[in-house]
């Protein structure tokens, strides 16, 4: 061998081996080719089968068209003639005969009794009988009550005698019980009326039911200096108080006073005390009601 290649003649020319082996390996790999896209192409997916569902249809009922209702044929309104005029007629009317009054009927007065419980016409706070309206009290001055103690007993025996005429029946004038003479009493409360005036009725409020009182009248200058005077009138009799309140009649409504006095002769047996303690009457509210 020379530099690796045979010698001539000895193993013989074969330079066409490595051509004929390239020729096969690019025949191999161009039928692996055709092979490979031939498969590509020839494996197609496979779908799912469609079922279809075929739905029967229905045939729409049938429809009775609606019969229209016969109609009547209406009658032509016949014309109304016109309605004659009717002639007017004059009527004569008897003359008016005057209506003859009728007397209305009259009801006899009932008399009025005087309540009992308290002596003379007495009767219960905002009294009266037979439901009638009572004219108001007379209004007093402030200084026309005053105390009538003709027989000089002490001054500190007696309240203020304005407060019987303040209008408040929550206070009053009092009087002290003389424990010497008890239950008998004599003082009061004079009332001026500073002019004369009618009076038919008196109002009293106290606090010590069961006193025994009097009502005079005076018509003078000054009030009389003691109570067995003959200007003293007597207006009602001598009468027990059995209530706090009493509303006393009283006479001669005709004629005019100026000086009203309210007269206490004997306390209540509640109001007596002890010589120690005496006992006090008391006069809340005294009010003077004009006749009518």
């Given at each position: ?9 000895s193993v013989g020319d074969r330079s066409w081996r ?106 219960t706070a905002g009294g009266g009988s037979g439901g ?70 008196v109002k009293l409020v106290t606090t010590t039911p ?83």
């Amino acid at each position: 061998m020379q530099c690796g290649h045979g010698a001539p003649g000895s193993v013989g020319d074969r330079s066409w081996r490595p051509w004929a082996i390239a020729l096969g390996a690019t025949a191999v790999l161009v039928l692996a080719a055709a092979g490979a896209g031939y498969a590509a192409l020839s494996n197609k997916p496979q779908h799912a089968a469609i079922r279809t569902l075929t739905v029967a249809q229905v045939a729409p009922a049938a429809t009775t068209p609606a019969t229209p209702a016969p109609t009547t044929p209406v009658a032509p309104v016949a014309k109304i003639p016109p309605v004659a005029k009717t002639p007017k007629i004059k009527l004569k009317l008897p003359a008016k005969t005057p209506a003859t009054p009728v007397p209305a009927a009259t009801t006899p007065a009932t008399p009025t009794t005087p309540a009992t419980g308290g002596g003379e016409g007495t009767s219960t706070a905002g009294g009266g009988s037979g439901g009638e309206a009572q004219p108001a009290a007379i209004l007093l001055d402030t200084d026309a009550a005053s105390t009538y103690n003709p027989y000089g007993y002490p001054a500190s025996s007696f309240g203020d005698p304005s407060l019987t005429i303040d209008g408040d029946p929550s206070t009053g004038w009092s009087a002290q019980v003389n424990p010497a003479t008890a239950p008998a009493m004599a003082e009061g409360v004079v009332i001026d009326l500073k002019s004369t005036k009618k009076i038919a009725s008196v109002k009293l409020v106290t606090t010590t039911p069961g006193l025994t009182l009097q009502i005079y009248g005076a018509n003078a200058k000054t009030a009389p200096t003691s109570i067995t005077d003959p200007a003293w009138v007597p207006l009602s009799r001598s009468l027990t108080v059995k209530k706090r309140h009493a509303k006393i009649g009283l006479r001669d409504k005709t004629k005019a006073y100026r000086f009203i006095t309210v007269w206490i002769s004997g306390a209540p047996a509640s109001s007596l005390g002890t010589p120690e303690r005496p006992g006090r009457v008391t006069l809340n509210e005294i009010e003077l009601f004009p006749a009518s």
